[in-house]
Nanobody, 121 residues
């Protein structure tokens, strides 16, 4: 059972940046693709993007493309979500997840507990 722990959330002003981290409890995570999601109150969960197990392939959803960047450091068993030019509408709980396959619509087997990001204007 792989455990994922997100960190790096917080309160930031509009236009600012945050980097979220997703640390895995097991080195096995290096064999998984990693995805990032968010969910705002009263809204459905949104898929933000994913990165392959090697880090050679990434996908960023249109809603964050150009502002958010997904990366990973397998030596640290950690994935990252760099968020720039944050907007109040980015306010949500952000989650990382791990999947055995990389791609759109894949099933994510492990989820973190989430970290709150609040963007104020």
């Amino acid at each position: 059972q792989v455990q994922l722990v997100e960190s790096g959330g917080g309160l930031v002003q509009a236009g600012g940046s945050l980097r979220l981290s997703c640390a895995a409890s097991d080195r096995a995570i290096t064999r998984y693709a990693m995805g990032w999601f968010r969910q705002a109150p009263g809204k459905e969960r949104e898929f933000l993007g994913a990165i392959s197990w090697s880090g050679n392939s990434t996908y960023h959803a249109d809603l964050v493309k150009g502002r958010f960047t997904i990366s990973r450091d397998n030596a640290k068993n950690t994935a990252y979500l760099q968020m720039n030019t944050l907007k109040p509408e980015d306010t949500a709980v952000y989650y990382c997840a791990a999947a055995t396959n990389y791609g759109l619509g894949v099933r994510y087997d492990y989820w973190g507990q989430g970290t709150q990001v609040t963007v104020v204007s």
